[in-house]
Each structure stands twice: as structure tokens, then as C-alpha cells.
């Protein structure tokens, strides 16, 4: 089961990432990541998910 699902990545302006996805619940949300690219801002945002999920599990 999919605990998120990333919407969209977009510049929010220089090294800033707008990072929208949506919740299992059907939430969604956006959370701002510092990157260089989309694809570390992807990296690091599927790194920081990873580590709420594990910090609820415990």
C-alpha cells in the first residue's frame, strides 16, 4: 500500500522546490526542499517520507 503519491515537483524559486503530494487519507500537502535539481528534491523528499513513516511506526 502506497502511504503517499508525489503530485508534482516545481520550482518555487532558485535552490527551493515545491514538492505536492497526496496522502493514503486523501490529503494532500506541499513541502518545500532545498536541491538542486527535481531529482534530488525528489531524492530527499522520498528520504524524509521514508523517515516519518518509520518515526509513526515505533
Known amino acids: 500500500m502506497k502511504h503517499y503519491e508525489i ?3 516545481e520550482n518555487a524559486g ?3 522546490w ?3 503530494y497526496k496522502l493514503s487519507d486523501g490529503h494532500t500537502d506541499v513541502e518545500t526542499i532545498v536541491a538542486l535539481d527535481h531529482q ?3 531524492v530527499k523528499f522520498r ?3 521514508i523517515e ?3 518515526s509513526k511506526q515505533l
Open 7 to 9: 503530485i508534482s515537483i
Open 14 to 16: 532558485g535552490k527551493y
Open 18 to 20: 515545491a514538492v505536492s
Open 40 to 42: 534530488e528534491a525528489f
Open 47 to 49: 528520504n524524509w517520507m
Open 52 to 54: 516519518q513513516l518509520k
